[in-house]
């Protein structure tokens, strides 16, 4: 299993990126995957999940009606699209899924948000 995550960067406050997660070594279109992040000092959290077949969505309270979490099954690769940016976004972002019972992560992209 392997998971490559790109697309982070420096951002202002209200600003957008998209994420991205390339997928491979299983079999993606079967899987929930999901988006986590770690703001320094913090504990990792759960940002939003969806589900493999029929792309049913969940997101933290924190960041639901700005951010949008989706998938091409057909290029192995998960999306997360952030909008309406916070400097309280500023993160190291991960994208995970659980195969066998073993969770992976991919390395993380990091997305600053500061003016």
């Known amino acids: 299993v392997q998971l490559v995550e790109s697309g982070g960067g420096l951002v202002q406050p209200g600003g957008s990126l998209r994420l991205s997660c390339a997928a491979s070594?299983?079999?993606?279109?079967?899987?929930?995957m999901s988006w986590y992040r770690q703001a320094p000092g913090k504990e990792r959290e759960l940002v939003a999940l969806?589900?493999?077949?029929?792309?049913?969505?969940n997101y933290a309270d924190s960041v639901k009606g700005r951010f949008t979490i989706s998938r091409d099954n057909a290029q192995n690769t998960l999306f997360l699209q952030m909008n309406s940016l916070k400097v309280e976004d500023t993160a190291v972002y991960y994208c995970?899924?659980?195969?066998?019972?073993?969770?992976?992560w991919g390395q993380g992209t990091q997305v600053a948000v500061s003016s």
């Open positions: 070594g299983f079999a993606f279109s079967r899987y929930v």
């Open positions: 969806i589900s493999s077949a029929s792309g049913t969505t």
């Open positions: 995970t899924v659980m195969v066998s019972g073993v969770r992976y």
